[in-house]
């Protein structure tokens, strides 16, 4: 049964890996990978001393942040307000419900959000009644990662709340009956049995995206930006994207995008180390 996964990961994840010295050479097609002339770190230097440096990588660490402080508690919280609904049929129609959005292509999901965010659309109508100036909200540098990330939240909270509500149901119920008799209300059973018995879950599912808190998603970010908003919008990945294909800097975009996986690696080990030792759940 591992023989699939093994070869998965050995031909579409290791063996791509030896392609990373391209960001070593001056890479091009006619050439190949091993004709190609060897710069060593010439393509690292070229982006640490480039205006742009400084700017996307401010932009991906603070996206990346809102998104760990906004995003990622975001399904934990519905998972514990689901499992607290008795109502079953009101509880499936939620769960349906918050699951929708997940499953919508991502391109529509884009054009949905810039219609609804556009001059015209139905938020902008709704914020010119509270003094809003009407102008399209992925025209202004301010807004968009606040766009950003309410529709990651609106677009991912329903299924990422599924393993949460797995973990959820592994809780002894036996629990929660013994803390009702102690005169526990609601909230002190969520506060000192649900949370500590979803905890190690918490833990992994953390540990998981500090591994990838970089890597922030450069399809929906070049879906939705333009170059008015660069500045505020632009990140490593969407950069990676515009050198290495638009502008054929193959070699370029490679270390930009290796130095992003190695940052994501270092913050992988360094996360799965402080958890092992915070609360003994880790990968390894």
Not at 133 to 152: C, M, N
Request: charged letters at 15%; a positive charge; one cysteine or more.
């Amino acid at each position: 049964m591992m023989v699939p996964v093994i070869a998965y990961y050995a031909i579409f994840h290791y063996t791509p890996m030896y392609g990373a010295i391209i960001a070593f050479k001056d890479y091009t097609p006619m050439r190949g990978i091993l004709g190609s002339e060897w710069v060593g770190f010439d393509n690292f230097n070229a982006f640490f001393s480039s205006y742009y440096f400084w700017r996307i990588l401010k932009n991906t660490v603070i996206i990346s942040l809102y998104s760990l402080c906004f995003e990622f508690p975001a399904p934990i919280i519905l998972a514990i307000l689901i499992n607290e609904v008795r109502n079953k049929v009101f509880k499936r129609w939620a769960q349906s419900i918050t699951y929708m959005p997940y499953f919508i292509s991502l391109v529509v999901i884009c054009g949905m959000i810039k219609d609804f965010t556009n001059a015209g659309g139905i938020i902008n109508t709704l914020l010119t009644y509270v003094g809003g100036d009407g102008k399209a909200l992925l025209q202004k540098p301010e807004l968009f990662r606040t766009v950003y990330i309410v529709s990651e939240i609106w677009q991912k909270i329903g299924f990422e709340s599924i393993i949460y509500i797995a973990a959820l149901m592994s809780i002894d119920q036996e629990q929660y009956e013994a803390a009702r008799m102690d005169g526990a209300n609601r909230w002190k059973q969520i506060w000192h049995i649900t949370l500590p018995g979803i905890l190690p879950t918490i833990a992994i599912m953390l540990i998981l995206r500090m591994g990838s808190l970089l890597n922030v998603g450069w399809e929906k970010i070049i879906l939705l930006y333009n170059p008015s908003i660069y500045d505020t919008s632009d990140v490593i990945s969407s950069f990676v994207y515009r050198k290495g294909l638009l502008e054929n800097g193959w070699s370029y975009s490679s270390a930009v995008g290796l130095f992003n996986s190695v940052i994501n690696l270092i913050l992988l080990i360094t996360a799965n180390r402080i958890s092992r030792k915070v609360n003994e759940s880790s990968l390894w």
